[in-house]
Each structure stands twice: as structure tokens, then as C-alpha cells.
């Protein structure tokens, strides 16, 4: 039996949430121990997964099973810079194709791995293998990502991006030419029925809004700033293939909607927390 301390950055979550993230299982592991009576919130049994939990309450989890969790292997990531570093944060320069933590089935590099080769010490909080990470950004996204050192600095970034108050902007490349030129989009997103490790817009899938505007336009490909007002499981590459409207390019594997297909996401040019 595994006991776990609800922390302040979890306060309100889920039950299933918060015990994936804090014991490194996945979440329909919880899920189903949940179903076999396995999960307990202050000495009491947990039948629902939707129980929302409270800074301070105890989490009992039976783990009596082996899990297999991913491992960490110290490595530096050739072009991975460091933009900012004191002793709260370390914002880096993530290069697409590097994953934000190690997990089971990636083999490539990620920032966990790589802060650990070049030396930072980053929050213990979290699991194992994602400890210090309070946003990520996927793997063929490039972009600035911020990793908390403190354990008061990981506390306030996950409340501020759970209650939406950092504001996030990207930059996008499509193929052919949005219409309108400026817009907004807001459709519901979850998992691609087709492939399951893709997100799309699904029926009842999560609310999500995004904005977009057209920085540059070329002849067969537009540069787009994209703002996510509303991001839940959702990515500025698939709210961009919901806008309306041009013939696929090339190429099979790059993603198309009714719109406009996804080249690159060159983001986020920008990530604020206000407050």
C-alpha cells in the first residue's frame, strides 16, 4: 500500500488525477483500482474516480503489483539552450523531437533527462520520472518550456496553468491559406478515434478555443499566431486544422481537418502568468 500526501498543487484534482500524478502509474491503472476497491482517501474507500480531493488528505493506494515506470538516463540534448535560470525556475529551449519526460515506449531524449546531465537540481514533486514539470509541450513542438527548481515555485506554476492564468501563444506553420485570414475556433477535442496517441475534434470531446492570426501568407503556406484561450488535452496543432478550408498539399502523413494541414509548431513564442 502506497500512502500519498495530497499537495497544494493538487488541491481539487480528480482522485484518479492526483494519484497518477503523485504515485508515476498511468491514470486507468488508478482507474481500475479504483473499481477493485483498491484506492482509499483518508481511510476511506474511493468508489467514484471523479472524487475531488483536498491539500492535505491522505491518498492510499494498493500498488502491490510491479509497475513498469520509465527510466532516466542522464544525456545532453544537442541544441537545447537555457534562456533563464535562477533559483525558483529554469526556462529552456526545447528542439522538436525531444519529449518533455521520459515515458514507457519513448527512446529518444527529454528535458528531465537532459537538466539532470547538465547539473540542475529541479523539484521533487511529482513522479519520478516528471518531477519538476508543470507544462509540456509535445515532442515535435519546439519551443520555451519552464521546469520548477523549488518545491514552492512547481506549487503555484501547476495551480496557475490548472486555473488557466498563463497566457500562451505559439507560432504555426499550414499548408495553403486560412479563410478567414483571422479567426476564432472553437470545437470540442479528445482523442483521434483512428489513433489513439493523436488528438483531434471529436464529439464529446473537451472545450477548447483557440485564436488565430495570420502573420505572414506565401504562396502555398501561411505563418499563423496562434492563442490558445482554452487548453484542455488540446494543441495549437489540431486547433489550426479546424479552420476552413484548403486542398491537401503533399505528403500522407501530415494531419488535415476541413482545413488547413499542420506543417510545424514553432511554440510557444510567449507563456505569461499573470498574478
Excluded at 22 to 33: D, P
Excluded at 100 to 109: C, D, F, R, T, V
Excluded at 198 to 218: C, L, N, P, Q
Amino acid at each position: 500500500m502506497s500512502v500519498l500526501l495530497v499537495p497544494d498543487g493538487l488541491d481539487g484534482e480528480r482522485v484518479d488525477v492526483a494519484a497518477a500524478r503523485m504515485s508515476g502509474v498511468s491514470r486507468s491503472r488508478i482507474s481500475s483500482l479504483i473499481e477493485d476497491g483498491g484506492v482509499f482517501l483518508d481511510g476511506q474507500q474511493v468508489s467514484r474516480a471523479s472524487v475531488r480531493v483536498a491539500t492535505g488528505q491522505m491518498l492510499d493506494v494498493d500498488l502491490c503489483d510491479p509497475v513498469a515506470t520509465p527510466s532516466i538516463t542522464p544525456q545532453i540534448v544537442e541544441g537545447m539552450r537555457i534562456i533563464h535560470d535562477d533559483s525558483d525556475i529554469v526556462v529552456v529551449d526545447k528542439p522538436a523531437g525531444v519529449a518533455a519526460h521520459p515515458s514507457l515506449g519513448w527512446e529518444g531524449p527529454s528535458v528531465v533527462e537532459h537538466l539532470a546531465a547538465a547539473g540542475f537540481a529541479i523539484s521533487t514533486s511529482g513522479a519520478p520520472e516528471r518531477q519538476g514539470i508543470v507544462q509540456r509541450l509535445d515532442v515535435g513542438t519546439s519551443g520555451l518550456m519552464v521546469v520548477a527548481k523549488s518545491e514552492h515555485a512547481y506549487t503555484l506554476l501547476k495551480q496557475a496553468f490548472r486555473d488557466r492564468t498563463v497566457d500562451k501563444v505559439y507560432l504555426a506553420l499550414v499548408q495553403g491559406h486560412p479563410d478567414p485570414f483571422t479567426g476564432t475556433i472553437d470545437a470540442p477535442i479528445g482523442r483521434d478515434h483512428r489513433h489513439d496517441w493523436k488528438m483531434a475534434i471529436v464529439d464529446g470531446g473537451r472545450h477548447s478555443v483557440t485564436h488565430y492570426e495570420t502573420v505572414e501568407a506565401f504562396r502555398h503556406a501561411t505563418l499563423l499566431k496562434v492563442h490558445l484561450e482554452w487548453r484542455r488535452s488540446s494543441t495549437p496543432a489540431v486547433g489550426t486544422r479546424s479552420t476552413v478550408a484548403t486542398p491537401r498539399l503533399r505528403r500522407n502523413w501530415v494531419w488535415r481537418g476541413n482545413g488547413c494541414t499542420l506543417v510545424s509548431c514553432l511554440s510557444p513564442i510567449r507563456a505569461v502568468a499573470s498574478g
